[in-house]
C-alpha cells in the first residue's frame, strides 16, 4: 500500500476543530515543521496538544500558538516560549505540565493498551493533587493515566511509501511513541526510499502505524540556544 502524500496541505486537510494532536520531537529537533505549517493555513481552532514542549516564539509549535489554534497543552517543558508563557497566566490556554520521563511513559502506555501506571515521580508536588496515591514496598506512588490522540504528526530521518519510519538521534524521542498512540499518524521524513532500501532491524516505526508519509522540504535546523564556548586562537 502506497502511503505517500502529495503535500503536507493535503496530509493534514481533515484535523478538524477540537482535535486532540500529538506531536513529536525535542525542542526544535526532530519537529514536523512541514506538518506544523501547513497546518497553521488550514487553521483548525480549539485543538487540544501533546508535546514534550512548544517550541520557541515564532518557530516549531509557536506558530500554532500565535495563530490562535490552541485552547489546551500537555507537556513536560515550556521555559523557551515567552508566548505560552503569556497566554497560561492570562488564562487563554490550560497548560498541564508533568515529569518529562512520566509524559514520555503516558504515551507509550496509550500506545500498548495501558489504561493507567502508577509512578513516584511527582508525589510529595503539585503533580500529585488529585490523583490517586497508592503505596508499594513502603513507598508513595501516583497514578497516571495513559495518552492518546486523534492525530499524531511525526518527524523520521528516512521512511518507504509503506509507512516503515527510521529516526535519527535526538528526533527519536517522542516521535516513535507517539506513532502508536493516535488513532492517525502522519509522518515527515526528511528522505524517502523503496522498501527494499531499509534494514528491518533499523526500523523503529512498523508502517502498520502509520497512515500518511510525505517528504520534507529542505531547510535549515535551528538550535534552541547554542551554549558552546568560543574557539581557542
Same mark, same amino acid.
Given at each position: ?13 481533515? !484535523? ?6 500529538? !506531536? ?5 529537533? &526532530? ?9 497553521? =493555513?488550514?487553521?483548525?481552532?480549539h485543538l487540544r496538544t501533546i508535546a514534550n514542549n512548544m517550541g520557541i516564539d515564532g518557530r516549531g509549535m509557536g506558530i500554532m500558538l500565535a495563530a490562535g489554534m490552541v485552547d489546551s497543552h500537555t507537556g513536560s517543558y515550556v521555559g523557551e516560549n515567552k508566548l505560552l508563557e503569556s497566554m497560561v497566566l492570562s488564562g487563554k490556554i490550560a497548560l498541564t505540565l508533568l515529569p518529562q520521563g512520566t509524559l514520555a511513559e503516558c ?11 502508577? @509512578?513516584?515521580?511527582?508525589? &510529595? @508536588?503539585?503533580?500529585?493533587? &488529585? ?7 513502603? =513507598?508513595? *506512588? ?18 518507504? =511509501?509503506?509507512?516503515?519510519?527510521? *529516526? =535519527? /538521534? ?34 523503529? @516505526?512498523?508502517?502498520? *502505524?502509520?497512515?500518511?508519509? !510525505? ?5 535549515? /535546523? ?5 551554549? @558552546? ?5
Open positions: 500500500m502506497n502511503k505517500v502524500i502529495e503535500s503536507a496541505d493535503a496530509a493534514v486537510a481533515d !484535523i478538524p476543530d477540537g482535535a486532540t494532536l500529538m !506531536i513529536g520531537g525535542f525542542g526544535l529537533s &526532530g519537529v514536523p515543521d512541514d506538518l506544523i505549517e501547513a497546518l497553521v =493555513r488550514k487553521a483548525p481552532k504515551i507509550r502506555a496509550g500506545g500498548a493498551g495501558i489504561p493507567a501506571f502508577f @509512578t513516584p515521580a511527582g508525589v &510529595g @508536588t503539585v503533580v500529585a493533587e &488529585g490523583k490517586e496515591q497508592r503505596e508499594f514496598d513502603g =513507598r508513595l *506512588y501516583i497514578m497516571e493515566r495513559a495518552l492518546k490522540a486523534d492525530f499524531a504528526l511525526v518527524k523520521a530521518w528516512k521512511g518507504d =511509501r509503506l509507512g516503515n519510519l527510521i *529516526y =535519527r /538521534k535526538t528526533a527519536r524521542n517522542f516521535n516513535p511513541m507517539m506513532a502508536t498512540a493516535a488513532k492517525i499518524t502522519i509522518a515527515e521524513v526528511e528522505h524517502l526510499v523503496q522498501p527494499e532500501e531499509l534494514d528491518g532491524d533499523q526500523i523503529v @516505526t512498523p508502517g502498520v *502505524y502509520v497512515k500518511r508519509i !510525505i517528504v520534507a522540504r529542505p531547510r535549515e /535546523k535551528f538550535i534552541e540556544r547554542r551554549t @558552546t564556548r568560543k574557539r581557542a586562537a
